[in-house]
């Protein structure tokens, strides 16, 4: 079975696949597909009519997301893992990762392993827009403190603009990485870049919404997102410069007003870190979504 590589022509394609269920899980994207290509060898085949896509590195192999279609079988799941073998050197490498609940008694019924991985924070997008409440009190007293002590602009993002984000995402990054001796969360932060810096050209060619605040001219906050369905807007970045005090808080406010059509607002995942998480809750999330990580109960021998 020959891989290809993902490009922009395939677009069409994947969106087809993608639209066959409903999906909660951020990573069902366009989006998160072509930024991931700053990161990984993004590479498709067909399986008995299932799309497979895989990301590949330096370390190995893995399917992204379960093979999509309208019904999924034994054979094509077992032949996923047959061509993640042929590139991992260690068969236990091989997994299917941004499985979703609800998927996971399939695979379990099939012999395969099943382990959480992490959960995506959703909220309610009029409370993310309002910040109504004693709980919201302090992200109101951060944006009364922006409006207050900045001359600032709430504007699109335009393919002008990609210079000056990027030199943002590296100020900001600069920034967090000071706050921490982590290595893993520094190795995160550069991860990141490298998947900011693959969107932002395509931004307008990917159905990404983006928005910037401009403060005495000069970008002081970003953001990106897309729709992941027709209630759900999931964000896929936000970058904000942190000596401007309150301006991430505004940002994220005003592109949730803007977003008056959705329902729900997912903001993905923590990482795994603590601070992050700690952010992420501090906005009270209405619903956690679950995803999962699918492997062999027994990896085959290379040998």
């Given at each position: 079975m020959r891989l290809r590589k993902l490009g922009l022509c395939d677009q069409a394609m994947v969106r087809r696949f993608l639209e066959v269920g409903a999906h909660e899980l951020s990573a069902y994207s366009v989006p998160v597909l072509y930024a991931s290509r700053g990161l990984y060898s993004v590479l498709w085949c067909k399986i008995s009519g299932n799309l497979c896509i895989f990301f590949k590195d330096t370390i190995g192999c893995f399917l992204f997301l379960p093979p999509l279609g309208a019904s999924v079988s034994s054979a094509a799941v077992a032949e996923a893992f047959g061509i993640m073998d042929r590139y991992n050197r260690n068969?236990?490498?091989?997994?299917?990762?941004?499985?979703?609940?609800?998927?996971?008694?399939?695979y379990q019924g099939l012999g395969y392993d099943c382990r959480h991985a992490f959960d995506e924070y959703v909220y309610s997008r009029a409370s993310l827009a309002s910040l109504r409440g004693d709980r919201f009190k302090s992200k109101r007293a951060s944006v009364n403190y922006f409006l207050k002590h900045f001359q600032s602009s709430y504007e699109p993002f335009g393919a002008a603009d990609v210079r000056e984000c990027r030199s943002l995402y590296a100020r900001?990054?600069?920034?967090?990485?000071?706050?921490?001796?982590?290595?893993?969360?520094?190795?995160?932060?550069?991860?990141?870049?490298?998947?900011?810096?693959?969107?932002?050209?395509?931004?307008?060619?990917?159905?990404?919404?983006?928005?910037?605040?401009?403060?005495?001219?000069?970008?002081?906050?970003?953001?990106?997102?897309?729709?992941?369905?027709?209630s759900t807007f999931c964000i896929l970045f936000e970058v904000t410069d942190l000596e401007v005090k309150g301006a991430g808080?505004?940002?994220?406010?005003?592109?949730?007003?803007?977003?008056?059509?959705?329902?729900?607002?997912?903001?993905?995942?923590?990482?795994?870190?603590?601070?992050?998480?700690?952010?992420?809750?501090?906005?009270?999330?209405?619903?956690?979504?679950?995803?999962?990580?699918?492997?062999?109960?027994y990896a085959p021998d290379h040998r």
């Amino acid at each position: 079975m020959r891989l290809r590589k993902l490009g922009l022509c395939d677009q069409a394609m994947v969106r087809r696949f993608l639209e066959v269920g409903a999906h909660e899980l951020s990573a069902y994207s366009v989006p998160v597909l072509y930024a991931s290509r700053g990161l990984y060898s993004v590479l498709w085949c067909k399986i008995s009519g299932n799309l497979c896509i895989f990301f590949k590195d330096t370390i190995g192999c893995f399917l992204f997301l379960p093979p999509l279609g309208a019904s999924v079988s034994s054979a094509a799941v077992a032949e996923a893992f047959g061509i993640m073998d042929r590139y991992n050197r260690n068969p236990a490498v091989s997994r299917i990762e941004n499985v979703a609940a609800g998927d996971i008694a399939r695979y379990q019924g099939l012999g395969y392993d099943c382990r959480h991985a992490f959960d995506e924070y959703v909220y309610s997008r009029a409370s993310l827009a309002s910040l109504r409440g004693d709980r919201f009190k302090s992200k109101r007293a951060s944006v009364n403190y922006f409006l207050k002590h900045f001359q600032s602009s709430y504007e699109p993002f335009g393919a002008a603009d990609v210079r000056e984000c990027r030199s943002l995402y590296a100020r900001w990054s600069l920034q967090r990485a000071r706050t921490t001796d982590d290595h893993i969360y520094q190795g995160m932060l550069k991860d990141s870049s490298k998947t900011f810096d693959a969107l932002l050209p395509r931004v307008q060619h990917l159905g990404v919404i983006g928005r910037v605040v401009r403060v005495d001219g000069r970008i002081a906050a970003c953001t990106f997102g897309y729709a992941l369905s027709s209630s759900t807007f999931c964000i896929l970045f936000e970058v904000t410069d942190l000596e401007v005090k309150g301006a991430g808080q505004y940002i994220f406010m005003r592109l949730c007003q803007e977003l008056a059509g959705f329902r729900d607002i997912n903001c993905m995942d923590d990482s795994g870190l603590a601070n992050l998480k700690a952010v992420k809750l501090s906005y009270r999330p209405q619903a956690l979504v679950s995803a999962f990580t699918v492997t062999r109960a027994y990896a085959p021998d290379h040998r």
